[in-house]
């Protein structure tokens, strides 16, 4: 599988582009005036103490107070060594925290709609290879490193780092990208995040209340630090300034990865290479279609994500069963691509086409499963339920890449439906008819949209007259060009 990364820099924004096969898999944008702040760690202040939510508000120095649930402050507070234990009671809130208490605070998910940004007091500093969290004496290791004489191999090699620092309290969780990682880079590793959490508990001493004690690296570098892998062939980048901080960074930290990073000259805009303009576009689209006639409908709410899966176009060959199967596999690929490059998190419900075979239902669920094993966010996936749909969750962590380049629409308000004018005629009738009750007037005026004041002078003209002789008074109208079709006006004359 070839894999390259395009980053595009400018003043305004930057944008990376994961390519799998000359296909975009993955899209981040970070803009100048709303940067993401996973990662970084403030010294807040308790404004609210919840009891009845087990939570708090902090304020962070952001516009929205942000939010701390007492499983999250205590998670400090207890050795992560031992297995989580679920059934463990969370201590009341009001025993961990109370108001105008100054608290230090890591975010760990970006405020998403009407959210505040999620925290916790559980502080953790990535670099390259590993995580280092000051608050806890344990190491872990991801999951997604399989081979187990390799996890034991780089658990070992981090323990003995660790024990020539007896100074340093602290533990360690080794990422995914330690795999085949040596000692000495495990062990420069661990000594960069030493002094950078020296240097961050010094910040910490001098930093006022509601300010930004450690901010993560721009997103042109992390891209470097977390997606960059050993399958990776070319990572291009078209600013040369953003290109020569990413070498230095390369240089000292990764210097296997050094060849594989290159300045883009070009003078073909770089993210119109494998067409990645055009696909951003597309996923911004309900509709996906599918190569073989069939399409998936992709649904956002604030709540879950739903996507369908329909036959379309595609009539099949043998038989009805079969034609259901191959669309239903197909779309399991497309759905994990599109997961990944809308970056749609949450609770997710997947409808696919009802299926009687029950080894077409495994072969399917696994294809979703198999396809999900790319993905840099945590899934958790369940099997086809009764009603034929599978539930699935995808950690969300920052804003979709709808929530990022779009709004709700003003005139919908989010909805993604109007009104028709002939509801928003009766509208009318029902308000005119309130406000003769109400007041006296000699005459009405009803300012509308063209559309609405067409249907009034047309198809409603009927009735309009006998709104008229009714309330024994004219109504005129008057159309106004910037009113939407749902809007409208009754005036008293």
Do not use: W
């Not at 009802?354 to 958790?380: G, N, S, Y």
């Not at 009034?456 to 106004?480: H, P, Y």
């Amino acid at each position: 599988m070839s894999e390259e990364i395009l980053i595009n820099v400018t003043p305004v924004e930057t944008r990376v582009a994961l390519v799998e096969n000359g296909m975009l898999q993955e899209a981040y944008i970070e803009r100048a005036s709303r940067k993401g702040i996973v990662g970084n760690i403030y010294k807040g202040k308790v404004v609210r103490v919840l009891p009845g939510m087990e939570a708090a508000f902090i304020d962070i120095g952001l516009e929205r107070a942000a939010f701390i649930h007492a499983s999250d402050v205590i998670s400090s507070r207890i050795s992560v060594a031992e297995p989580e234990d679920t059934s463990r009671a969370v201590p009341d809130i009001r025993t961990l925290l109370r108001e105008g208490q100054s608290l230090v605070v890591q975010v760990t998910k970006d405020p998403i709609g009407t959210k505040g940004a999620r925290l916790t007091t559980q502080l953790s500093i990535p670099s390259r290879y590993l995580v280092f969290m000051p608050e806890v004496n344990h190491v872990g290791i991801s999951q997604r490193i399989e081979d187990e004489g390799e996890r034991a191999r780089l658990k070992d090699l981090v323990e003995e780092a660790a024990a020539e620092y007896p100074e340093v309290n602290g533990g360690y969780i080794i990422r995914t990208a330690a795999e085949g990682a040596t000692a000495e880079e495990l062990k420069a590793d661990m000594t960069y995040l030493h002094h950078l959490s020296h240097s961050l508990y010094e910040q910490i001493e001098k930093a006022p209340v509601q300010s930004a004690v450690y901010k993560d690296l721009p997103l042109f570098v992390r891209t470097i630090r977390d997606l960059i892998r050993p399958q990776t062939e070319k990572v291009r980048i078209d600013s040369r300034e953003s290109y020569q901080r990413v070498m230095e960074f390369v240089e000292e930290f990764v210097t296997e990865f050094t060849g594989k990073v290159e300045y883009y000259p070009g003078e073909r805009p770089i993210f119109d290479l494998y067409s990645v303009e055009d696909e951003i576009q597309k996923a911004l689209s309900r509709k996906v279609q599918l190569k073989s006639g069939g399409y998936v409908i992709i649904d956002q709410t604030e709540a879950m994500t739903t996507i369908d899966i329909n036959t379309g176009a595609f009539v099949g060959h043998r038989n009805l069963e079969e034609t259901i199967f191959k669309t239903n596999l197909e779309a399991a690929r497309a759905i994990s691509r599109q997961l990944r490059l809308r970056n749609l998190g949450g609770i997710i419900i997947i409808d696919f086409i009802d299926m009687d075979d029950a080894e077409h239902k495994r072969q399917v669920h696994r294809m979703l499963e198999k396809m999900l094993e790319r993905d840099h966010a945590k899934t958790k996936i369940t099997g086809v339920s009764e009603l034929g749909l599978v539930e699935m969750t995808r950690k969300r962590t920052t804003e979709s890449l709808g929530q990022v380049l779009c709004a709700p629409c003003p005139i919908c308000d989010g909805r993604g439906f109007l009104k028709t004018a002939e509801t928003v005629c009766f509208e009318i009738f029902r308000e005119i008819m309130r406000v003769n009750r109400v007041y006296e007037a000699g005459s009405y005026l009803v300012m509308a949209s063209q559309s609405v004041v067409d249907r009034l002078l047309d198809e409603e003209s009927d009735n309009v007259a006998d709104l008229e002789t009714f309330i024994a008074k004219t109504i005129r109208f008057q159309v106004e060009p910037f009113y939407s079709q749902e809007q409208y006006d009754v005036v008293l004359l």
